[in-house]
């Protein structure tokens, strides 16, 4: 045994290189340099001569030793990062030798971003990838890579560690990733075959490097602020726009080319609240009791019996104000790493706190993990990644996407009403104002309301040497969750429907999924030229899922100790189920290169399960894909400009079963809802029934998608710029869809049948370019993707429409429909031409949904879709897409000695929403409060560029579902711009530390959109199966903050 | 691994076979009748409970002269659709009714095919389970019937649950006979009462449906000996108090001969079984019971047609002419008929036993006038028991589909059809007798009727059949305003184009948003087939089912 030491420095500038390993050749005898770059080490003497160094991003020196006790080392920075080993399907694959469409997320960039969740995080970083998000603190998140294969779920798959799970992230701890590699074609992802078909998600946790314990401190603490808020009126304002739209309905036969033609007739509106029949409208000074004016006696105020005493705010309040706040975010995570030659270990414990800009919302999560590998002997490693996380969230009451959620009563609570009664009790609105709860209260009031879950994530594997190249690997993976929620509703006696009883619903459910691979690879290289690796395995995988709830009402009292079921007198009410689902897979992979030039990749996995009948549940998910390293021909080689070049092409298949776990049967099922019936006329009681609950369809069988993608890499000048490309065409053909059954054969569960076929086309761009110059240096990184979606086939039919969600208030249902030969999840709806100047154009027009007032001035003039000079339902049309014609994000990052500045900014382009919202704000529908626009821009005589029809308030027309909601949802946003300074080492080291990185940082700086609605970032309505049928449909969603955070890591 | 272990049963529900015996036929029964409410929730549903309501208070009261939709006007706005007669067939509406009427139909044939493998269910179980799911499948057909007008008759022959495409049957054939049959059979197989289970069907109540199909056919001698019947050997009387029809304490009684059963705090979330469909049609504040939401409010067509002369007479063709004030300020100086306020809330007189209704109980008086609906409302002294502790709207108030009256009323128009003039105005004054009951009236906190309630029976004869048809018909409306059968009355009697834009002409003066509103002879009797159900029903791209005319 002897010592060595030195120092290890990049060739090209003499910078020392921090965290490189150096480790003895064939051994587990290692270290990593300090941020001098230096190192030294123990060599023992049963060990090779040769010292190996290697650095992400320099290519990998290896050294012999001899006697030499010193060195002073320096390393080539690599030609971008070819060398890079890259997760794949079970095993890893250098990035030289990838075939497919693989994109590797630069994870130091993307976790410098605070995020709940690692999807969230990869929102505009890789092109070809698609994510939005909800905003609300540990809410729901998006991804869609390569547009929608399906009509069904289009969540791709995530791997972590080796483990398959479709479940959400939120537990996941950002600061555990250590890689992220996303398979976005079918030749890259169909090793996991019948759950791949819409992508899959890599990601690797963080593993112990060679060396002494390393104990890293991080954190950040930001304060984030809201962004926007929708443009209200204030009271004079919405009283004023009241009495015209009332004066308007209800003078109808006065109104001459929408001008009141003889004012001494008029019948004024009568609302006692605003003064009775009167020509200018009073506002009161308050609004409980109804309309009073002057004093009121507030000494009479009672609750029981009701005589809240509540004034008018004559200003107007603004809701989006009281709901919204500053808010903190902070994340701490202590971590040790290290390695010795028998065994690998890393620890983490993380504490995240985010809390909502909306008041009494938040997500915390506490997460340990631990990732050991210990070797048993020269052939044998065993191993664990492990995690076990609780998460915390309080979301607003009734979720995200809801007209009874708290943004939704920001805009529907008039701004008459304030936020507290005259004894600081919450205020309601007055009846005649409508049923527009008070938004602050139902937040106060759910503020307990934590949904709390547990989850264990991990596994344990065993890897073998059998023979020199060929390595056994066994790994038992689990993912075990625990979710619990008590939802309490207080009483709401301020409001003008108030709940009428409190209630307590708890609800308790566990999720478990094993999984079990074996795989056996095989890799040889036969002389210089030929290189290949086989590896065959098996997999099998078990998820069961419980849930029970219960309920009850009548609590005595609202206290927090006392919201337990047992203390609800009445209402009593549970309920309960189970699933369960299996899946037996094999699977093998061939990649054989011919003199590191001609690439094949082959792969093939059959799948069967449970999901499907016996007759129908194998199917076999093949794909092949080839590269041609062009850099390495002749013609190439000595070219001073190309460093490296490769093509790349490749088809495959992919599947899906995600169509329900029972799907083959037909079922009867019992529930007190729908079932029980009174029939002994007790009043209260009922006896238990059984209906048909499920058609079952046993001839179901896999969706399958073919994707056929086409490539290249090129990498320019040594490395300073490089270029990725791909083209790609998946086709979903035997689509799998609940077709509607005809209601004369009742109603149950309709069961999923293969129909329709999809095509999704695309090119995806990535771009990079390295500059520098003296101690400067940057990076410029862009990605560019597009898809163009089309439903090439329903049922065969062509005029066959499935709706999206219908539960929106717009007449006539939906909004967006899936048909043959458009885009999935268009817009549906009238299509507006304008609003009628005078009388006689209305009345030449064709008759608008019987006339009358629909053919008046000032009414929206629909275009005659169909040509019978009748505008009805049968006008209504495609109108819009809510898919955009690109997406893009683009990096920049600047060094400049300890400096760093990154600036990361993401958008989409070309995409139309539908801003629900409006259908409460622009219309005279229900009494909340309107915006600005409809103040200043609803047509009035002589108003030639009015957007909206006259202002009447029974005009439940013209909020059809229509153009006027559509909007360009084109935005830009600059999500991230930091400032990191590393501390000069002889400062640091006076202190006793290793490193210390501090750094500022401000997210959503910026927005560019036209988009009036709170945030354009509104991709899916919701984030469940099945929801991809509505995209892009705004229903208020929780809007987007601007933050600023400072942070800092340090290493001892 | 092998095949075992990807086979699964599914969890927590029963396959047919688990369901082939005795109780297994009875737990299915009972999931048939308990569509009767047309509500049902078993599937994330986009049909509002209210769309396939028994009380058909959308189609048969909303779409007549009876009643508005109430509450505001943005609130539900396909109903104002309906009521202003501007509908087509893609309105959620339809859609709700057709789903709810043919999953009855679906589950009475899941009976009737489940019977015959019940091996441990006797002969005469088998028939009594059978006669009900006849007469269950006949009911559901009936309401399928008078409110799509062209619609296909599901049978058990044709109906099959394993193959999703075997109900896609034109609408070509007429089905009167077919629901005829179901009735026939259930009239000639239940018995005259269960005992104990006062909501299963019987002989009276096939019967009396029976007879209700003959009359929308106008088929007066068919159905005339089958209510003679009914009411000479059924065991059936008017309750004294008319008000008895409508609340939950007095479900079941004397008069009823088929009531849809309403259940509260019996395990079921939200209390669906608790009336759900009538679940916005209550009073909206002001000290109310409930507070929402204000919709299904009386027209005060409706209310002036409770008017009497002084010989205690409707005003048959004149009572539209002055209205009977809604504003508490003003009195009318008139005498009323006492089934007004039992049928209709009006201010300064008590609601129930919830106090004065007052201006507060509506939610916009300037759109949707001052009354407010009555007869579906529990008392407040019954909440928490016949209510749902959850939430009052959700009451076990039955909804009396058919009662004594209506084999009475349905009688005198036969009788009046046959020319027996005198008879008929007997049968009529039996209503009337008990509406008179002053023991039955509406009353104040002091004792004293709320109203001048003047209601007498006809003394002079009927001089002419066209005479006596509007009185009976007017009785009808009288004693069973509110209730959902208006409309399809007024359809049956070949009236509704003149009644409903009669109406329109005065009520548009009322209720701006009715003007322009028309009723299109030949178009509007009927509503629409779901346009989805056209679509849905097609067979390699050829539509199954045909829309009614018109739409």
């Known amino acids: 045994q002897r010592s060595i030491s030195g120092k290890i420095t990049a060739e090209d500038d003499g910078s020392p290189l921090i965290g490189a390993s150096v480790f003895i050749k064939g051994s587990t005898v290692g270290t990593v340099t300090d941020l001098e770059g230096a190192f030294a080490l123990q060599v023992p003497a049963d060990v090779s001569n040769i010292l190996v160094v290697s650095y992400t991003g320099y290519a990998t020196l290896e050294v012999e030793m001899g006697t030499q006790t010193s060195f002073d080392l320096k390393v080539k920075a690599d030609v971008t990062l070819l060398q890079e080993a890259v997760v794949t399907g079970y095993g890893t694959q250098s990035r030289r030798d990838i075939t497919g469409a693989v994109a590797s997320v630069d994870t130091k960039q993307l976790l410098s971003v605070p995020s709940t969740n690692v999807a969230q995080a990869m929102q505009g970083r890789v092109a070809g990838v698609n994510v939005s998000n909800e905003n609300a603190p540990g809410g729901g998140v998006m991804v869609r890579i390569r547009g929608f294969g399906t009509i069904n779920d289009n969540s791709p798959l995530f791997v972590v560690d080796g483990m398959p799970t479709k479940g959400n992230l939120n537990t996941l701890n950002l600061g555990d990733v250590e890689s992220i590699q996303i398979l976005k074609d079918a030749s890259a992802a169909s090793i996991y075959g019948s759950r791949a078909g819409n992508g899959v998600v890599i990601i690797t946790t963080k593993r112990g490097k060679s060396g002494k314990p390393k104990f890293t401190y991080d954190a950040y603490y930001g304060q984030q602020t809201p962004i926007k808020f929708l443009d209200l009126l204030n009271t004079q304002e919405y009283v004023n726009l009241l009495w015209e739209s009332r004066i308007n309905a209800e003078n109808p036969a006065l109104l001459v080319d929408g001008k009141i033609s003889d004012p001494s007739k008029i019948v004024y509106p009568n609302i006692p609240m605003f003064g009775g029949a009167i020509a200018t409208p009073r506002i009161p000074d308050y609004i409980f009791p109804v309309g009073a004016v002057g004093t009121v006696d507030e000494s009479k105020y009672s609750v029981s019996p009701k005589n809240l005493i509540t004034k008018a705010n004559k200003e107007g309040t603004d809701w989006f104000d009281e709901i919204f706040d500053s808010a903190p975010i902070q994340n701490h995570q202590i971590g040790v790493s290290g390695a010795t030659d028998q065994a690998r270990y890393s620890m983490s414990l993380n504490y995240f706190d985010q809390q909502g800009i909306m008041i009494h919302t938040s997500y915390k999560r506490y997460s340990l993990r631990a990732n050991t590998e210990f070797k048993v002997n020269k052939r044998i490693r065993l191993g664990e990644n492990m995690q076990v996380a609780y998460g915390e969230q309080i979301g607003q009451p009734n979720g995200n996407q809801n007209e009874s959620n708290p943004i939704s009563f920001a805009y529907r609570v008039p701004p008459i009403t304030p936020v507290y009664d005259v004894k600081g009790y919450f205020a309601g609105s007055p009846t005649v104002l409508d049923n527009s709860r008070n938004p602050v209260a139902e937040l106060y009031r759910n503020k307990d309301n934590a949904g709390k879950e547990i989850r264990l994530f991990g596994n344990a594997y065993v890897e073998a040497d059998i023979l020199k190249d060929l390595t056994a690997r066994s790994q038992l993976g689990i993912d075990y969750g625990l979710f619990n929620i008590r939802r309490y509703r207080a009483n709401d006696p301020e409001s003008p429907e108030p709940v009428g009883n409190n209630n307590l619903n708890t609800s308790n459910s566990y999720d478990m999924t094993w999984t079990w691979y074996n795989t056996l690879t095989y890799s040889k290289s036969i002389g210089e030229n030929h290189r290949f690796t086989a590896m065959i395995g098996t997999e099998a995988i078990k998820n069961y899922f419980e849930f029970f709830s219960g309920e009850r009402n009548g609590f005595a009292v609202d206290d927090l100790p006392n919201r337990y079921l047992s203390a609800g007198r009445a209402g009593i009410n549970n309920t309960g189920g189970a699933a369960e689902w299996l899946l037996a897979s094999e699977f093998g992979r061939l990649n054989y290169a011919l003199n590191d030039k001609y690439l094949i990749d082959a792969t093939v996995r059959r799948d069967r399960s449970s999901r499907f009948a016996p007759e129908f549940r194998t199917a076999v998910f093949p794909s092949v894909s080839a590269g041609w390293v062009l850099s390495k021909e002749d013609f190439l080689s000595g070219n001073q400009a190309v460093t490296f070049a490769k093509l790349r092409v490749g088809w495959g298949q992919t599947g899906n079963q995600e169509i329900g776990n029972y799907n083959a049967f037909s079922t009867f099922a019992t529930s007190p809802e729908s079932s029980f019936y009174d029939l002994s006329g007790s009043r209260t009681s009922s006896q238990p029934g059984y209906e048909l609950s499920q058609f079952g369809n046993a001839k179901a069988k896999w969706e399958t998608t073919s994707s056929i993608n086409a490539g290249f890499d090129v990498t320019l000048w040594s490395g300073k710029f490089d270029i990725a490309f791909d083209w790609f065409d998946r086709r979903t053909t035997d689509m799998l869809f609940p077709v509607e059954v005809q209601l004369t054969q009742g109603v149950a569960t309709n069961p999923f049948q293969n129909i329709g076929e999809m095509q999704n086309t695309g090119v995806e761009v990535g771009v990079n370019y390295r500059g520098k110059s003296g101690e400067f240096s940057y990076t410029i990184g862009a990605n560019f993707s597009t898809y163009k979606n089309t439903v090439i086939k329903t049922n065969g039919d062509p005029k066959t429409q499935y709706f999206g969600f219908s539960n929106l208030r717009l007449p006539t249902g939906t909004v967006a429909v899936t048909q043959q030969g458009f885009p999935l999840a268009s817009f549906f709806g009238y299509d507006i031409l304008g609003i009628f100047q005078t009388d006689r154009e209305a009345a030449e027009s064709p008759v608008q949904f019987g006339g009358g007032a629909m053919n008046k001035a000032g009414a929206f003039h629909f275009r005659d879709v169909n040509g019978d000079n009748i505008i009805n339902s049968a006008d209504r049309t495609i109108i819009g897409s809510p898919h955009p014609d690109f997406t893009y994000g683009i990096n920049l990052s600047f060094n400049y000695k300890s400096f760093q500045l990154d600036i990361f900014g993401q958008g989409v382009q070309g995409n139309e929403l539908f801003n629900y919202v409006r259908y409460w704000t622009d219309f005279p529908t229900f009494g909340g409060n309107r915006t600005q626009r409809m103040y200043d821009l609803s047509w009035r005589p002589g108003k030639t560029d009015a957007k909206l029809p006259i202002p009447r308030s029974n005009d439940v027309i013209s909020s059809n579902p229509s153009t006027y909601y559509l909007e360009d949802g084109s935005y830009f946003r600059l999500k991230n711009v930091q400032l990191t300074y590393n501390l000069p080492q002889n400062l640091i080291s006076r202190i006793g530390l290793g490193g210390l990185r501090v750094w500022a940082q401000g997210q959503n700086l910026m927005t560019i959109t036209k988009y009036e609605g709170l945030d354009p970032e509104v991709n899916l309505r919701n984030y469940g199966a099945g929801s991809d049928r509505q995209i892009g449909v705004d229903e208020g969603t929780y809007p987007a903050f601007r933050s600023i955070n400072f942070g800092l890591g340090v290493t001892f | ?551």
């Open chain 2, 1 to 551: 691994c092998n095949e075992e272990f990807l086979s699964v049963t599914p969890l927590g529900v029963l396959s047919e076979a688990t369901l082939s015996n005795a109780a297994g036929v009875n737990l299915v029964l009972t999931g048939a009748y308990s569509l009767l409410d047309g509500v049902q929730t078993n599937v994330g549903s986009a049909f509002p409970d209210w769309t396939g309501s028994a009380d058909n208070w959308v189609y048969g009261s909303v779409a007549s002269d009876d009643a508005y939709k109430g509450s505001n006007a943005g609130d539900q706005p396909e109903i104002s659709i309906i009521e202003a007669y501007n509908h087509t067939a893609d309105l959620t509406h339809f859609r709700g009714k057709w789903r709810a009427v043919y999953d009855g139909v679906a589950r009475s044939n899941d009976v009737i095919q489940l019977v015959p493998k019940a091996s441990d269910l006797s002969d005469v179980d088998k028939n009594l389970a059978i006669a009900q799911a006849r007469f269950l499948r006949g009911h559901y057909h009936f309401e399928a019937r008078k409110m799509f007008n062209k619609v296909p008759y599901i049978d058990d022959q044709t109906y099959n649950a394993a193959d999703a495409l075997s109900t896609k049957l034109p609408n070509s054939t007429e089905i009167w006979p077919n629901i005829e049959a179901d009735l026939k059979f259930a009239y000639d197989n239940l018995p005259n009462r269960w005992a104990g289970a006062p909501g299963r069907a019987t002989k009276w109540a096939a019967g009396a449906t029976l007879a209700k199909a003959y009359l929308f056919q106008g088929k007066y001698a068919e159905a005339k000996p089958i209510l003679e019947n009914i009411i000479a050997n059924g065991g059936y009387k008017l309750v004294d108090a008319y008000h008895d029809n409508f609340r939950a304490a007095t479900n079941n009684n004397a008069e009823s001969i088929f009531e849809i059963q309403h259940s509260v705090n019996d395990g079921a979330a939200i209390s669906n079984n608790g009336n759900r469909g009538a679940t916005l049609n209550y009073p909206y504040g002001g000290g109310a019971l409930t507070t929402c939401c204000g919709f299904f409010q009386p027209t005060h067509n409706l209310v002036n047609a409770f008017k009497t002369d002084a010989d205690g007479l409707p005003l048959l063709s004149t009572f539209n002419q002055v209205d009977v004030p809604g504003d508490n300020s003003q009195t009318y100086a008139g005498s009323l008929d006492p089934r007004l306020d039992w049928t209709i809330g009006r201010d300064g007189v008590p609601y129930l036993d919830w106090g004065i209704h007052n201006p507060q109980y509506i939610r916009d008086r300037a759109y949707a006038g001052p009354f407010t609906a009555k007869k579906n409302s529990p008392y407040r002294s019954e909440n928490g028991t016949n209510t749902w502790t959850g939430n009052p709207r959700q009451n076990a108030n039955n909804y009396r589909i058919i009662r004594l009256s209506h084999v009475i009323l349905w009688l005198a128009e036969c009788e009046v059809e046959v020319g027996s003039l005198d008879k008929a105005r007997e049968l009529v004054n039996q209503i009337r007798k008990r509406a008179a009951n002053p023991n039955g009236v509406v009353k104040l906190a002091n004792g004293n009727p709320a109203g001048n309630y003047v209601v007498k029976e006809y003394t002079a004869a009927w001089t002419d059949k066209a005479v006596a048809r509007q009185a009976v018909r007017f009785e009808q409306r009288l004693e069973f305003a509110m209730e959902g059968h208006r409309f399809f009355d007024l359809v049956r009697w070949g009236i509704v184009d003149q009644t409903i834009n009669d109406y329109l002409t005065v009520e548009q003066n009322k209720r701006s948003y009715l003007r322009g509103a028309k009723f299109i002879k030949g178009k509007h009797e009927y509503f629409p087939i779901p346009s989805q159900e056209i679509l849905n029903s097609a067979i390699n791209g050829v539509p199954t089912l045909a829309q009614n005319p018109g739409y």
